[in-house]
């Protein structure tokens, strides 16, 4: 039973590239969610999906996009990196909706120079 | 919109010791749960205690423990006996139950926790 995992664990981007961030989650979770992490700010919610085919934004949404065509996978996709969005980004997930424990996976950190 | 302030960006207790960890939120709602997260240096958040509003008992888990007053929205987590392995970064957490389609926790800013040997 992994969890919540994410691939890259580290990446580097130029200024314009595109990317996308993979979480798996082998839990059978309906919730899931993308948070950005920088310091002084806490987390803040990208974006998330509270079932498979569905997403919405969240707090700071402009500047990426996510798919949740499986169940178990949730995608974030950079379309044209800026500098602003170096960031450490956590995807989580929930077997429902907020009164059930966010399960976090272990962070990306990207950079964009 | 839901605002959570944690006031004190540091924190330092000596080992042992009980120290306190202060959270306020901004609500009009009744129904809400609210959360103390960790966010050890290995980065990986884990959940350590959760409150129900509707329910006036403060929550304990093991050293872990709140007063939620609910009159003032605040929330404050105390960890008693400090262990080295206490020493993380502490996330406030707040988020609207029933509030279908838009199920999300909003979170305060952290405080980081320092356990001094």
């Known amino acids: 039973n992994a969890g919540v995992t994410q691939t890259p664990k580290f990446r580097v981007l130029k200024t314009g590239q595109s990317m996308t961030l993979l979480c798996a989650q082998d839990?059978?979770?309906?919730?899931m969610y993308w948070y950005r992490q920088d310091p002084g700010m806490g987390l803040r919610l990208i974006h998330y999906?509270?079932?498979?085919?569905?997403?919405a934004k969240g707090e700071v949404p402009d500047g990426y996009n996510v798919s949740r065509l499986k169940k178990q996978n949730f995608l974030l996709g950079l379309e044209s990196a800026a500098p602003s969005q170096t960031s450490v980004y956590f995807c989580?997930?929930?077997?429902?909706?907020?009164?059930?424990?966010?399960?976090f996976g272990p962070g990306t950190r990207l950079t964009v120079t | 919109a839901q605002t959570v302030t944690q006031s004190q960006p540091e924190m330092s207790v000596q080992e042992a010791e009980t120290v306190t960890l202060s959270c306020t939120y901004d609500?009009?709602?009744?129904?809400?749960?609210l959360f103390w997260y960790k966010q050890p240096p290995s980065r990986q958040m884990i959940l350590v205690i959760r409150?129900?509003?509707?329910?006036?008992q403060n929550a304990t888990e093991n050293r872990f423990s709140v007063n939620f007053q609910k009159a003032a929205k605040s929330f404050s987590l105390k960890i008693s006996d400090s262990q080295l392995g206490d020493a993380a970064m502490y996330f406030c957490?707040?988020?609207?139950?029933?509030?279908?389609?838009?199920?999300?926790?909003?979170f305060g800013t952290g405080t980081r926790l320092t356990i001094i040997p």
């Open positions: 409150q129900e509003a509707y329910k006036q």
């Open positions: 989580a997930s929930s077997l429902r909706d907020i009164i059930y424990e966010q399960y």
């Open positions: 999906s509270v079932g498979e085919g569905t997403t």
């Open positions: 609500t009009s709602e009744s129904d809400y749960y």
């Open positions: 839990m059978n979770h309906e919730y």
């Open positions: 957490a707040y988020g609207r139950t029933f509030n279908f389609g838009n199920e999300k926790l909003t």
